[in-house]
């Protein structure tokens, strides 16, 4: 059997660095760094669309990411993913919701630990679960930076407004 090329690059945004890895049929990681990494010298077509739509993303022009992802996790860690994506752009919700929408009330602290485990940071919109009370919890990039990306959705959908 042949064995996956991963490959790796870094990616500047208006909040800092990200590292993008991946294959040629797959990303499987966007990450917030505090500094960069080697990056390889060539990557496949699929890495700079990704690099493409999260530019759109930062600019305001997209709001839904259509390139292949995959990230390793249990059947339970990919239906909170899976639902994760089905967030709207510019909107949130609590963590009590979303193990709601998994018909699972009970499970919210595994809820709450499978979002921190996400791989695929904005693809896969962590970012957009807060506090039942409202309040900006948890973040693996840092809780500035999920204020700066809500409040940068908000903005793109619906004009000027301050979130927090």
């Not at 060539?42 to 390139?67: H, K, S």
Request: hydrophobic share 40%; proline share 4%; net charge negative.
């Amino acid at each position: 059997m042949e064995e996956l090329q991963f490959y790796q690059c870094n990616m500047e945004t208006p909040i800092g660095t990200l590292v993008i890895k991946g294959t040629a049929d797959f990303i499987s990681e966007v990450n917030f760094i505090d500094h960069a990494v080697t990056a390889d010298e060539t990557v496949p077509a699929l890495m700079q669309t990704c690099i493409t739509q999260l530019e759109e993303y930062f600019t305001g022009n997209r709001q839904v990411f259509d390139f292949a992802i995959a990230q390793p996790g249990t059947v339970f860690q990919q239906s909170v993913w899976n639902q994760l994506v089905t967030i709207p752009y510019g909107r949130t919700i609590s963590y009590m919701q979303l193990a709601k929408d998994l018909n699972n009330p009970k499970s919210i602290r595994a809820v709450g630990t499978t979002n921190g485990k996400n791989q695929l940071a904005i693809i896969v919109p962590c970012h957009r679960v807060i506090g039942s009370d409202g309040s900006l919890t948890g973040y693996a990039g840092g809780l500035w930076r999920k204020k700066w990306l809500l409040e940068h959705e908000r903005k793109v959908k619906y004009g000027e407004q301050q979130l927090f």
